[in-house]
C-alpha cells in the first residue's frame, strides 16, 4: 500500500488518554484530518484532548463513543482511510481484580476495530501492542521473535489482541501493522507509571518516595519518539502484517531512575517499599531491552531521545511539565494508583 495522504482522515481511538492525545495533536499539527475517538462519558469530557489549544480544538472531530461496542465502532470509522488504534485498559495492577474488563476491552474493542476495518476496506490499520508481551527478556536486545509470555492479565489480554490482528491480517489480508512500543513517558502520563510516581512524589515535596519493585529493568521511549514512529508507520510503504517494536535501545533499573531523576530535581530522597505496589512474584517483569533494528529498516525511525543522555532531556520536559503547580494538581499524589 502507498503511504497515506495527510489529506485522508485518520481516527485515532484512544485520543483522550496519554500518548494518543500526543498523537492526535501531533497529526492535527502536521495537516491530517483526524477524527479523535473518546470514551463516552457523562461529563463530556474528551480526557487529555480537554487541554489541547483551541487551534487544535477547532481542527480536530471528535467522536465520542466505547471500543467494546461494535456499531459504534463502526460507525466512528466511516470515511476514514486509515486508523490508529490505541484505546485499551493499561494498568497492570487493576487486571489482577478486574481481568474481564480487560478482555472486553482490549480484545473484543480490537476485534470490533478489525472487523469494521475489513467491512470499510479501509486501508491501513495499526494497532498498539507493548513490551509487556514479552515478559521478562529470554534475551536481549529483545527483537520481534522473542517469545511471548503473558506474565500479567493486561499482557495476556494484549497477547489475544496482538493475535487477533495477526489473524486477521493471515485470512482475510486486512491491512494490519503491529506497532509494539517500549515504555513511553512524558507529560500527561498517569501516576500508575514509575516515572511520574517518582516525579509528582518529589514535586509534591515528599522526601521518602513510595515504589514498588527497584530492580527491574525498562527501555523508555519519551513520548515525542514514539508519536514519531506511529506516524512512520502511517506512511511507509509494505509493511502490511509486520510486528515492529519502538525502543530506545537503552536499559535502565527502577532505583537508577529514581536517582535521576532526583538528581534532575535537585532534591535529597529515600524510597519506601509498599506491599502494594509490588507485583505477585511470578508477574513481575523483570529486564526489559529492546531492538530497533527493524523500525530503522522499515520505519526509518530511530530514537532521538536515545542512551542515558537522552533520557535526561527527556525527563526534564516530563519534570517540568509535572512540576507546574496547575499539571500537578490533577494528580493525587498521597494515594497509590492502580
Not at 47 to 70: Q, T
Not at 119 to 141: C, F, K, M, W
Not at 180 to 208: D, W
Request: charged content about 20%; overall charge neutral; proline content about 4%.
Amino acid at each position: 500500500m502507498s503511504s497515506i495522504n495527510s489529506q485522508m482522515k485518520v481516527l485515532v481511538t484512544g485520543a483522550d488518554g496519554f500518548i494518543g492525545s500526543h498523537l492526535a495533536e501531533f497529526l492535527v499539527r502536521k495537516g491530517y484530518s483526524v477524527r479523535a475517538f473518546v470514551y463516552y462519558n457523562s461529563f463530556n469530557s474528551w480526557g487529555w484532548l480537554d487541554s489541547a489549544s483551541d487551534e487544535i480544538k477547532k481542527n480536530i472531530e471528535v467522536f465520542s463513543g466505547d471500543i467494546r461496542d461494535p456499531y459504534g465502532v463502526r460507525k466512528s470509522m466511516e470515511g476514514v482511510s486509515a486508523v490508529l488504534h490505541l484505546a485499551a485498559l493499561i494498568a497492570i495492577p487493576y487486571s489482577y481484580h478486574s481481568p474481564t474488563s480487560y478482555v472486553e476491552t482490549n480484545i473484543l474493542g480490537t476485534l470490533n476495530v478489525l472487523q469494521a476495518a475489513r467491512d470499510l476496506n479501509v486501508q491501513r490499520v495499526i494497532h498498539t501492542s507493548t513490551s509487556e508481551v514479552y515478559g521478562t527478556a529470554a534475551y536481549v536486545p529483545i527483537d520481534e521473535l522473542h517469545p511471548l509470555k503473558g506474565q500479567s492479565p493486561y499482557s495476556a489480554t494484549k497477547i489475544g489482541a496482538d493475535q487477533m490482528a495477526v489473524s486477521f491480517y493471515n485470512s482475510f489480508e486486512t491491512p494490519v501493522v503491529i506497532i509494539r512500543p517500549f515504555n513511553t513517558y512524558g507529560p500527561r502520563q498517569s501516576a500508575r507509571a514509575v516515572i511520574p510516581t517518582i516525579i509528582s512524589q518529589i514535586a509534591a515535596g515528599e522526601t521518602k518516595i513510595k515504589l514498588g519493585a527497584l530492580n527491574p529493568t525498562r527501555d523508555f521511549n519519551f513520548i515525542a519518539d514514539t508519536i514519531r514512529g506511529f506516524e512512520a508507520a502511517l506512511n511507509a510503504n509494505k509493511i502490511e502484517g509486520e510486528t515492529i517494536n519502538l525502543s530506545s535501545g537503552y536499559e535502565i533499573s527502577i532505583g537508577d531512575t529514581l536517582k535521576t531523576i532526583a538528581e534532575l530535581m535537585n532534591r535529597q530522597v529515600d524510597f519506601t517499599n509498599e506491599a502494594e505496589r509490588m507485583r505477585p512474584e511470578g508477574s513481575e517483569v523483570e529486564r526489559l531491552l529492546g531492538s530497533n533494528k527493524k523500525a530503522q529498516k522499515l520505519l526509518n525511525w530511530t530514537p532521538e531521545f536515545s542512551g542515558i543522555d537522552g533520557l535526561k532531556r527527556g525527563l526534564k520536559t516530563t519534570i517540568d511539565w509535572f512540576s507546574n503547580p496547575s499539571n500537578l494538581k490533577m494528580y493525587k499524589v498521597d494515594r497509590y494508583n492502580i
